[in-house]
């Protein structure tokens, strides 16, 4: 934990809601921040890297420390993408031409097979042209998000077809969230699988 771009505090992430951290503080910690100050969390994963948070302390016990507004700062991976497999159905909603939103009648149903803070790979029945831009909400538990997918790519599968696609035109707010997103699901799938 760092104040001030000095480090202050370490310990380990015990829990992650996805909105907020449990940190279990490490001993000879010569300074633990207090409740209600804002402090930049460091996290190192082997896979993920480096990660910088903007957070606020909430809660504070004599071991551990309750962290929430968390806001990703940087990211430094070690891979280039950080990506979940997932089962989150979408509806595509509308096609982007000449960047205004045509809406598709019928919307087509399709399934996020993975999703990563830049790209997703979607599975449906529809035909769907490379370069075609398609407009869909995402929900998870912590938002409803509105983004916009270029096909990139299409296989067939034994039941429709399977299309690599770039997000674009995401904000920074919608890129942290999906991150966000990632990193926790696949915290949880770890924890499913008995990993952690």
């Not at 595509?92 to 997703?120: C, F, H, K, M």
Request: hydrophobic share 40%; with cysteine; proline share 5%.
């Amino acid at each position: 934990m760092l104040v001030d771009d000095e480090e202050v505090a370490h310990g380990v992430v015990s829990a992650d809601s996805g909105l907020s951290l449990d940190v279990r503080i490490a001993e000879g910690t010569h300074r633990v921040p207090g409740p209600g100050e804002r402090i930049v969390l460091r996290t190192f994963e082997e896979i993920r890297g480096r990660r910088d948070y903007a957070v606020v302390v909430r809660t504070l016990s004599d071991t551990a420390l309750v962290l929430d507004e968390l806001e990703l700062l940087s990211a430094y991976q070690q891979r280039a993408i950080v990506r979940v497999g997932t089962d989150l159905p979408v509806t595509l909603e509308y096609e982007v031409v000449d960047d205004r939103p045509v809406d598709l009648d019928p919307p087509v149903q399709a399934g996020i097979i993975d999703l990563s803070a830049t790209g997703v790979r979607l599975h449906c029945n529809a035909p769907l042209r490379e370069g075609q831009r398609l407009g869909f909400q995402l929900r998870t538990d912590f938002d409803e998000l509105p983004l916009v997918a270029e096909v990139l790519r299409r296989e067939e599968a034994p039941t429709g077809y399977r299309y690599g696609c770039r997000l674009v035109g995401t904000t920074q707010r919608e890129a942290d969230a999906l991150h966000r997103y990632v990193l926790s699901e696949q915290i949880a799938q770890r924890f499913r699988l008995g990993d952690v």
